[in-house]
């Protein structure tokens, strides 16, 4: 039996511990506090309790519902709360449900479009793995409506590129970004995805991805040890939008919404519901050891350990405590206290990745390298970046860009104030 398929698992405790051994004590609002028990995809009896509970309250309705949008779990809220109705008052129900029902059929029409593409990929022997998404919504959520998305993510392995690209063009897709500074783009290590548009705007963008970790940032220092080949060797046969395809394996799923959300500065909930959508939905089927090691084979264990982490934080999920302890860092950098110390004071700022990123590089040159590169990208990944349609990047477009990363300095900075609703 492979050692990643045998299943393990051990009964967790709920302390939450604060890097290597102290205590963390948040105060959350009732209105946070709801929307952290209604961003989990099943709620048991006891959160039930919790809920209703809450609901007793005087809430602040209109920042519930703004909060729920800006957390991507508005439709999740909406499904939680459905027993709870008479509670909530009509005009904020009829917004919940008005979101609801918008998202699925938004979901449907890409759905239909997935249909088409995958249907076509599979016709020509292409392997591919939906990423995120409908996938989620699907085969882990159990309901399209469930899951908010405007665009398909994809899978393919890199020496399939060519042939996808022709594909996607006498599909009617093009891309914005010039010919050949897409294809070489594709020999980089920056970026490992190219954006698919349609001129009618009611089809999805199709985001096609070659790697699992897809950010400007010069993360080649840690991607270069993830093996793809593995992906798809242990990903299994599925029928997702009533098409044939490949899904990952669901210690590899773990793996990538790790990283995808660690990408992302754990930035919204729906991030951390994926994960406990996922741990719930495989229970039982995920031997932790295997993943660990996988982890620390390809240089994600940091993300995994900080998404199972707050997943855990934030959601109360049942995650096992060796689990947690076999996979804390033995010393957290500066950079690294400072991100721990934001997200679990509820300021999620976008680029505060960026700490952990520097903190996992070893060395002054090296850090240096990271920063001046994270500065100045490769011509192509600016391109990529501004999805830009000419042959040459000048002056002016890396002038745009700098002005850009300032702007996220600045925003990280003010997200170290104490946040105050």
Same mark, same amino acid.
């Given at each position: ?206 985001? @096609?991805?070659?790697?699992?970790? $897809?950010?400007? +940032?010069?993360?080649? #220092? /840690?991607?270069?040890? *993830? !093996? ?114 934001? @997200?679990?004071?509820?300021?999620? $700022?976008?680029? +505060?990745?960026?700490? #952990? /990123?520097?903190?996992? *590089? !070893? ?59």
């Amino acid at each position: 039996m492979n050692p990643l398929r045998k299943p393990l698992f051990s009964k967790p405790s709920h302390g939450i511990m604060k890097g290597p051994g102290t205590m963390v004590k948040t105060n959350f609002s009732l209105e946070d506090k709801l929307l952290r028990y209604c961003a989990q995809s099943h709620i048991n009896d006891k959160i039930s309790l919790r809920v209703k509970d809450i609901l007793g309250n005087n809430l602040n309705w209109p920042y519930l519902l703004q909060k729920s949008m800006k957390e991507g779990i508005a439709c999740l809220a909406y499904h939680n709360l459905l027993q709870h109705k008479q509670k909530i008052p009509e005009n904020i129900w009829e917004d919940f449900k008005g979101i609801y029902y918008r998202n699925m059929t938004r979901n449907y029409g890409i759905y239909q479009e997935m249909n088409a593409v995958l249907s076509c990929f599979h016709k020509e022997t292409l392997n591919v793995i939906p990423l995120k998404g409908i996938f989620l919504a699907e085969k882990v959520y159990e309901n399209i409506a469930l899951r908010a998305m405007t665009d398909i993510d994809l899978l393919v392995k890199k020496e399939d590129l060519p042939r996808i690209d022709n594909i996607l063009e006498d599909m009617g897709y093009g891309s914005p970004i010039h010919k050949e500074l897409r294809r070489l783009a594709m020999k980089k290590s920056y970026m490992n995805s190219i954006d698919y548009f349609k001129k009618n705007e009611k089809f999805p963008t199709l985001h @096609i991805h070659w790697h699992i970790v $897809n950010v400007t +940032l010069p993360t080649y #220092i /840690y991607s270069k040890n *993830i !093996k793809m080949d593995k992906f798809f060797e242990y990903a299994t046969r599925v029928t997702i939008a009533k098409a044939q395809t490949l899904q990952l394996a669901p210690h590899h799923l773990l793996l990538y919404l790790a990283e995808h959300a660690l990408k992302h500065s754990f930035e919204r909930l729906i991030l951390l519901s994926d994960i406990d959508a996922v741990l719930k939905k495989y229970e039982g089927q995920i031997n932790w050891p295997g993943l660990m090691e996988e982890a620390r084979e390809f240089g994600l264990d940091r993300q995994l350990y900080y998404s199972l982490y707050f997943t855990r934080y934030f959601l109360d999920t049942d995650i096992p405590d060796c689990v947690l302890s076999g996979l804390r860092p033995k010393k957290a950098a500066v950079f690294e206290r400072q991100f721990l110390n934001s @997200i679990l004071n509820n300021s999620r $700022n976008t680029k +505060l990745c960026y700490l #952990i /990123y520097l903190s996992m *590089i !070893k060395g002054v040159i090296n850090k240096s390298k990271f920063i001046f590169r994270t500065l100045f990208p490769p011509a192509c990944i600016l391109a990529l970046t501004f999805n830009l349609n000419k042959p040459k990047i000048t002056a002016k477009d890396y002038f745009i860009y700098m002005r850009k990363q300032f702007f996220y300095i600045k925003s990280y900075l003010m997200s170290l104030r104490p946040n105050v609703k």
